[in-house]
């Protein structure tokens, strides 16, 4: 089992969660966060002062799921979410050791 | 359910009994008008309502660690001037002595009574009067919290306050609205409080902001509003609260009334779009939080003004406040270096400088009769008068806060320390936190 951890812009969200469900994947997490890769971020200017913007907000999803779908599911999120601009974000894998499902107890990828 | 509706049934009876008498109450006068009571006792709900707007237009200026702080200074102020106003501060402002105050002879409203008080205003009820300039009392100490905000020990801060408003704004407020008041005599025309509330106000952010020194680490980590909704808020409730400041310091429902709220709004409005101008020009953009400055620059600028003036010297006022408040703001303060944190000296007092200034160009008799013609009306003594208005309410406000500052110092200790500071003061002055992270 494999957790995808996506960092994509906020607004491409609907899109990969559309595309997702399309590949009858209706399971994720969504996480607000804010960082920077490349981008540049801009410079806010109030009252005279200057306010380098660098952090900048993205959306952090989320999915786990079986090895064999690892490639297919990382694809569909990367073309929903790709833009050809600087900005568009990173895709990481990470093994998963185990799974459960609380209602149930299960356990292992029927757990997914 | 039932335990309900015995409570509401009790809560009428007791309230039946106590309103009967009350409603066939004290009232004595023939002369006391109900349009012009009705209309300053809604302008005195309308100025406090500008306290808690306040609170807001700062709170969203901080960081977010800091709100609660903010607002609980200006709520404490709300608390604890109100007392000390009816217990001696009214006294001490408007009692008829000449000199340094007014001294004690009204103290706990002793001889503030329902009548009229004619020297004040003949139709409205002396503690209408009283209760609607408690609340200039009240609003013009929170001004100054703009200039040490994120970095004021609580308890210093209370004493301040107290002894500021006890000091410096009472007999400030003496001089120039006051029976007997020196300013006042001089010919000083300040309709609703551009010199006692702003520039007393802003020379006071000033000196205690440079008395407590800049905020930790402000150029490695400049420090961005934590809400700007809040800031929009709150200016949107000052707009609003300032009617019943300006247009409300007619004390009467009347033609100078009407004159004050069409310039205030005005005014507000013309600077509120200078300064989005202004930042269109010099940063390519115009912001929400340049246009909630301006709105206030233009509110304060015609406070002095707001019963001389008519509505073109209005814009003119309102257009070239955002000027000057933007130049002392973006330009000045950087060069300079002073932590005026909030802006309560760029626009308060620097806005207050220019309305009083506005007043003796611009005043017209045939506005307001019983005010006085400006340079630009073929009088320019007023001029002459009101910047020494002007220059009076400076060293004293100066002094008064230099010398209060630096007891309460000696005492209480101003400035939190650099732990605290950094923690942020909701936590270390209050162990309160604004926004739970858990539910």
């Given at each position: 089992m494999k957790k995808i951890e996506a960092i994509v812009r906020s607004e491409k969200v609907s899109d990969i969660r559309n595309a997702l469900e399309k590949i009858n994947y209706t399971g994720l997490t969504l996480t607000q966060v804010d960082g920077h890769g490349n981008q540049k971020g801009t410079i806010q200017k109030w009252k005279g002062v200057e306010h380098k913007i660098t952090i900048i907000p993205k959306t952090k999803i989320e999915v786990v799921v079986d090895d064999g779908d690892v490639e297919k599911i990382v694809e569909t999120i990367a073309d929903e979410a790709r833009t050809g601009e600087l900005g568009d974000g990173k895709i990481f894998v990470y093994a998963v050791e185990a799974v459960m499902r609380i209602r149930t107890g299960q356990k292992g990828a029927c757990a997914l | 359910m039932n335990g309900f509706k015995v409570f509401l049934v009790m809560a009428f009876v007791i309230f039946g009994v106590f309103a009967g008498p009350c409603a066939f109450g004290q009232e004595t006068a023939l002369k006391i008008d109900t349009g012009d009571t009705a209309w300053v006792l809604i302008c005195s709900a309308l100025v406090m309502l500008m306290t808690p707007g306040l609170a807001f237009f700062y709170g969203g200026m901080v960081r977010k660690k800091n709100i609660l702080s903010i607002l609980m200074q200006c709520f404490i102020i709300l608390c604890v001037i109100s007392i000390q106003w009816v217990l001696f501060g009214y006294s001490l402002s408007?009692?008829?002595?000449?000199?340094f105050w007014g001294g004690f002879s009204w103290f706990g409203l002793n001889g503030v009574g329902l009548a009229p008080y004619a020297d004040y205003s003949s139709t409205i009820p002396h503690q209408v009067f009283m209760i609607f300039q408690g609340m200039f009392a009240i609003i013009t100490p929170a001004l100054i919290i703009g200039a040490f905000?994120?970095?004021?020990k609580f308890s210093a801060f209370l004493l301040f306050t107290v002894l500021w408003a006890t000091f410096v704004y009472d007999p400030l407020c003496h001089w120039v609205?006051?029976?007997?008041?020196w300013l006042r005599n001089m010919g000083a025309l300040d309709f609703a409080g551009g010199t006692v509330v702003h520039v007393n106000a802003g020379i006071a952010a000033i000196v205690t902001a440079l008395l407590i020194g800049r905020r930790k680490n402000l150029d490695s980590n400049v420090p961005a509003p934590h809400n700007l909704p809040f800031v929009v808020l709150g200016t949107a409730l000052l707009w609003f609260g300032w009617f019943g400041f300006n247009a409300g310091s007619s004390l009467g429902a009347n033609g100078i009334a009407a004159n004050a709220f069409v310039v205030t709004h005005t005014a507000a409005a013309a600077a509120g779009l200078s300064w989005a101008l202004l930042e269109w020009l010099r940063n390519g953009k115009p912001t929400m939080f340049g246009v909630a400055s301006g709105a206030v620059a233009g509110l304060v600028a015609i406070t002095p003004a707001a019963g001389f003036v008519s509505v073109i010297p209005a814009i003119v006022i309102g257009l070239l406040v955002s000027v000057f408040c933007f130049t002392a703001v973006s330009v000045l303060k950087p060069k300079l270096g002073y932590d005026d944190s909030l802006d309560a000296f760029g626009v308060h007092c620097v806005g207050g400088i220019w309305g009083a200034i506005a007043t003796g160009l611009f005043a017209s008799k045939a506005v307001n009769p019983l005010g006085a013609d400006g340079l630009f009306f073929g009088n320019p003594k007023q001029l002459l008068i009101q910047l020494i208005a002007v220059v009076v309410t400076i060293l004293f406000s100066a002094v008064g806060t230099l010398v209060i500052y630096k007891v309460v110092d000696i005492l209480l200790g101003m400035r939190v320390n650099e732990k605290e500071e950094l923690i942020g003061l909701d936590l270390t002055q209050h162990r309160e936190r604004a926004y739970t992270v858990l539910e």
């Open positions: - | 408007f009692a008829p002595l000449k000199g905000a994120e970095r004021m609205w006051a029976m007997g008041g």
